[in-house]
């Protein structure tokens, strides 16, 4: 049996904000059915008590000076964005058209 | 004396500082490799000739001048794409970063700067640094100087391509699973993962935040060492980096120069090796570790059991952080936007943006890893890998009672032809099989040339405890040593001319 069929990767891939094709769906289920199969072998580990790990060289509350220093320069970043307008990033529609 | 390209990074110093050559001379002969032999092999992304003649000027007017010069001033390197420098294209081998100019240098390009490195320009690698061969690059793969039909190693292909093909003295790559360490193994170089946290990450384009870590690919070990010693040490912009001095790795591949390991405990790890290992890899393995035991070490065979799970648990904890990671490609603040009509909302744009921009195995891992934090499978995999993560570096503490190092292959074969693994995404990642605990330890390992299989280059990796990475060096240059001692000239020597 699949670990993982067409749909569910259709709705992560929706979850990730990614407008694959069915093409790509297709080829990924099958690809990722054969790679959770694999990756599911960390399951075979006894490690019920055993602490997990997320920074292997682990360092806590790390904080700097609180001190005035330079910004990259705006005109720079804004350089860079795919769209900008007034000093400021202009994005795509975020409000429903009115009509 | 000896062409300009062919000589390593630390005579090349010794020639600028002496004024034997300039910084200007020694550039220019990198250029001029870079033209006559990359079109073969395709290291380069950006070649930025006039930054590099500009910095081989003012490395030559400092000495004109008389000050004193770092121990690599006026020396070229190569840098991986996937760190930032600013005023330079820096892609990560990805379209949805076509054409972006960063406004900020990255930590490790501040200090390569500082110390007049001159960089020749930027290196294809596998996208955002998934893979293990270069072919997930947006922009074609790079090729393995050895055998232009073969796989250079990945992600950091295209430094290892342009170090073994003397387009470059020195290269930087980074390493999340493996990708300084193979690359290194498979094209006849030297490759060292420093300790996490040993290198900052400010200004890498992140894909695994608690394993990726930059560092040296050269062609002998003291060049790796004289460039660890450049990039290393503490920053304040990483809140990972930590805060302890760089060890004295320079130091450390002086001493392994004189080749004697009189005393040195090794570690064979058993569960590195088997199956899925080629007959000449383990063979060139044995034989070195016999050298190892000429050298003065006394060798045991250790057994590390979680090891074996070091691959599942890597290819779940990886793509976990990369989809959170890559959710900054959001198509506003810098790189490709797809579709913005003025009709369509932002999700959509996003949507359609990330589609266009991503190449497969990218959309494959986010998707994967999308799935693995997914409510109702988080504790089953992220949250096992976890814990599995912590299994393995218990098995490095309690073989590091016991042994000073631990050593096994580098990889479980020599390089690849290009095309045999793309379409099966589970080979290629076995591509990895020897390098992932020490990537989920946090731990240091380096890898240096110990033979050749089929004409091919193989890798030794020598692991160390954390901010050991001196011992690394140590044995590395000891085995770079008896190898040439053995072979009657270094291991990259046998490859083809271009």
Known sequence: MASITREEVAHLARLARLAVTDEELQTFAGQLDV????????????????????????????????????????????????????????????????? | MTELTRMDAAALAAEIAGGRASAVEVTQAHLDRITAVDEKIHAFLHVDAEGALAAARAVDDRRSSGQELGPLAGVPLAMKDVVVTRGLPSTSGSKILEGWIPPYDATITQRVRAAGVVMLGKTNMDEFAMGSSTENSAYGPTHNPWDLDRVPGGSSGGSSGAVSAYEAPLGIGTDTGGSIRQPAAVTGLVGHKPTYGGVSRYGLIAFSS?????????????????????????????????????????????????????????????????????????DRFAE???????????????????????????????????????????????????????????????????????????????????????SGYYDAYYGQAQKVRTLISRDFGAAFETCDVLVSPTTPTVAFPLGARVDDPMAMYAADLCTLPASLAGTPAISVPCGLSEGLPVGLQVMAPALADDRCYRVAAAVEAAVAGRDGQPILAAAPSL
């Open chain 2, 288 to 374: 070195t570790v016999g050298l190892l035991t000429d050298l003065g070490a006394t060798i045991t065979e250790v057994s590390c059991p979680h090891f074996g799970y070091a691959l599942p648990a890597y290819y779940l904890i990886a793509p976990s952080e990369c989809s959170s990671n890559l959710a900054r490609f959001d198509a506003v603040r810098y790189g490709l936007r797809v579709g913005d009509d003025g009709r369509r909302g932002l999700e959509e744009v996003m949507s359609l943006t990330r589609e266009a921009g991503f190449g497969a195995e990218v959309k494959r891992r986010v998707i994967l890893g999308t799935y693995a934090l997914s």
């Open chain 2, 210 to 282: 608690s394993l990726d870590q930059a560092g040296p690919l050269t062609r002998t070990v003291l060049d790796a060492a004289l460039l660890h010693e450049v990039i290393g040490g503490h920053d304040p912009a990483d809140s990972t980096s930590i805060d302890a001095p760089v060890p004295a790795v320079v130091a450390a591949a002086l001493d392994g120069a004189r080749a004697d390991l009189s005393g040195l405990r090794v570690g064979v790890v058993r569960e590195l090796s088997g199956e899925g290992y080629e007959a000449g890899v383990l």
């Open chain 1, 35 to 99: 790679i959770i199969g694999a990756v599911a072998r960390v399951g075979e580990v006894a490690a019920g008590d055993i602490p997990p790990t997320t920074h292997a060289v682990p360092v806590t509350n790390v904080l700097r000076p609180d001190e005035l220093r330079p910004s990259l320069a705006r005109d720079e970043v804004l350089a860079a964005a795919p769209a900008a307008e007034d000093g400021r990033f202009r994005v795509p529609r975020i409000l429903d058209d009115p009509e």
